[in-house]
C-alpha cells in the first residue's frame, strides 16, 4: 500500500522548470532510493515533499491525504519527517538532549503544563534509548557533538528524527561526507530499520549506499523521472548511464547494458 505517491509534481522558478511532471512512489516498509547527476531536481523534490518549496502544478499524497498545499510544520505532524544535508546540530547540548529537544513538539500551552505538572516528560525515554542503542550511540550519548567523529554526527542527526516515530523519514544526503566504512554501517542500520517496519526515502549521491539497500530506486534527470525500477533494473538502464556520463542514448553509441554494469557499482541489493 502506497504511504507517499506524487503525481505530476512541476515546480517552476520563473521560466525555469526546476521539476517536471515528476512521479514517485513510496510503499509502507520499504526504502525507496532517489538518484540523479548534479542539478537533476532531487533537492527541489525532497523541499517540495516536504512542504519548504511550493508546487507549481500535481499532486502530494500521504497517507491518503492530500498535502500539496500544506505548509512545512503540518506535514511534520502527518509524520513525514526529514533530515537536512547541514546537521544544525546543538553545539552545547549532549547528544541525548539534542534528541530529546528533536522529539518535543512544543505547542503554546504547554508552558502553563510545565506550571500545573512541573517536571513532565513528553518524550518518550524507552524509546530514546532504543533509537540511541539501534544507532550505536549509547555510550556517546553524554557527548557534546564537538566531541564526535563527523560520522557519528551524522547518526546523531538520523536519531533526531527517529525519535519523533516518522510514518515516513526522508534522507537528503545522510552519507555525504562519510567515508566507505561509514557509509556501510549506516546502509546497514537503515536497512535493518526499513526491515522492521519503517518507510524510507533516501536521495544520497553515494551509489554504492542506494544500490545496496533500497528496493526500489528512481533516477532524475533535468527535474524528469528517467528511470525507475529495481537497483539491478537501474544498473542496466542505457538511460541512467547516460545521465551520469553525458552520452546520447538515441545516438549510434548508444550505452548497451553491459557498458551500464560497469560505469554503475556492481554489488548485490542489501548488502550495504
Not at 524507552?126 to 544507532?135: F, G, K, N
Not at 566507505?180 to 554501517?185: A, F, I, K, M
Amino acid at each position: 500500500m502506497s504511504l507517499l505517491e506524487l503525481d505530476d509534481l512541476t515546480v517552476r522558478y520563473g521560466g525555469l522548470v526546476a521539476l517536471d511532471e515528476a512521479r514517485l512512489r513510496v510503499d509502507r516498509g520499504s526504502l525507496v532510493g532517489l538518484i540523479g547527476p548534479n542539478g537533476a531536481g532531487k533537492t527541489t523534490m525532497i523541499d517540495c515533499l516536504t512542504g519548504f518549496t511550493p508546487a507549481t502544478s500535481g499532486h502530494v499524497i500521504f497517507d491518503g491525504h492530500e498535502v500539496t498545499s500544506l505548509p512545512a510544520h503540518r506535514r511534520t505532524r502527518l509524520g513525514m519527517i526529514r533530515t537536512f544535508q547541514s546537521l544544525e546540530l546543538f553545539d552545547d547540548l549532549s547528544v541525548r538532549d539534542n534528541c530529546r529537544v528533536a522529539a518535543s513538539d512544543p505547542r503554546w500551552w504547554e508552558p502553563l503544563a510545565d506550571v500545573v505538572r512541573p517536571g513532565r516528560r513528553p518524550v518518550d525515554d524507552a524509546l530514546l534509548d532504543d533509537t540511541l542503542a539501534t544507532l550505536g550511540l549509547t555510550e556517546l550519548a553524554g557527548l557534546r557533538p564537538p566531541e564526535l567523529s563527523h560520522g557519528h554526527r551524522k547518526l546523531v542527526g538520523i536519531a533526531r528524527v527517529l525519535v519523533r516515530k516518522p510514518d515516513l523519514l526522508l534522507l537528503d544526503e545522510p552519507a555525504a561526507g562519510l567515508d566507505s566504512g561509514e557509509s556501510q554501517t549506516l546502509g546497514r542500520l537503515l536497512r535493518g530499520k526499513v526491515d522492521n517496519g519503517a518507510s524510507m526515502l533516501l536521495i544520497d549521491h553515494d551509489m554504492n549506499l542506494v544500490l545496496g539497500i533500497c528496493d526500489r530506486i528512481y533516477v532524475l534527470d533535468f527535474g524528469r523521472v528517467i528511470a525507475e525500477g529495481t537497483p539491478d533494473e537501474i544498473r542496466n538502464n542505457p538511460a541512467v548511464v547516460a545521465a551520469y556520463l553525458g552520452s546520447d542514448v538515441d545516438s549510434d553509441l548508444e550505452p548497451t547494458p553491459e557498458s551500464v554494469s560497469r560505469s554503475l557499482p556492481s554489488i548485490g541489493a542489501h548488502t550495504a
